[in-house]
């Protein structure tokens, strides 16, 4: 009877320990800036449609990736992203375009109404990298700006650029690359805006008598 007691005794104490849960919690982090003062440039009386940025598959994840070595793959363990990639750029860009006051309206994919234009992209890259001199935030995003009013595929796109940004950090952490990846996103946002700018100016002077 003794025994049994004693087994049975060992059971509990061997099923609590395994029975446990992980006393740590997951890290959220999401990139933040202001966006770049707009300056006095090209406007359009028409509106502008932001379609949803798709996310490379090697990073589709709210995880927060790194590269160790060449051919590597590797992601902090306790921290993450709060949203994918994509989605993080396509509301950071929103919201930047919005602040601009470059277009009448700025539309989001869920918004009614049709737009004269159309921006489109993918993430390409988002990630820590080794910058040479210490660790960096890459940042890489191929976009295609549209005028959706022409008939021709050729002529409807008004530019198509991949940008690639890299801002080095102060650290190896998750935190510092949060932070970098904030820089990073302003520059390639304010990079982006100039561009779009000099695109409806073209367009502009194309239609023009």
């Not at 295609?144 to 409807?156: A, F, H, N, S």
């Not at 390639?188 to 239609?207: C, P, Q, T, Y």
Request: with cysteine; glycine share 8%.
């Amino acid at each position: 009877m003794k025994r049994l007691l004693y087994l049975l005794a060992a059971l509990i104490i061997l099923t609590g320990c395994g029975g446990g849960k992980s006393t740590y919690a997951v890290k959220q982090f999401l990139p933040d800036y202001s966006p770049t003062a707009p300056a006095v440039q090209a406007k359009a009386a028409e509106a502008i449609r932001v379609e949803p940025f798709s996310t490379a598959q090697a990073f589709a994840s709210t995880a927060m990736f790194y590269r160790p070595a060449p051919f590597e793959l590797g992601s902090y363990s306790r921290e993450r992203w709060r949203v994918m990639p994509g989605d993080m750029v396509t509301d950071f860009l929103l919201r930047d375009l919005r602040h601009s006051g470059t277009f009448k309206a700025v539309l989001a994919y869920e918004d009614p109404g049709e737009g004269r234009y159309a921006m489109t992209g993918t993430i390409a890259e988002f990630l820590e990298v080794d910058g040479g001199s210490g660790p960096a935030a890459r940042l890489s995003t191929d976009v295609t700006l549209l005028d959706v009013t022409r008939r021709e595929i050729t002529r409807r796109i008004i530019f198509q650029k991949t940008y690639t940004v890299e801002e080095a950090m102060k650290e190896k952490s998750a935190r510092a690359l949060a932070e970098s990846m904030s820089r990073a996103l302003k520059k390639f946002s304010g990079e982006l805006m100039a561009d779009i700018h000099r695109g409806i100016g073209n367009v502009k002077e194309v239609k023009a008598p």
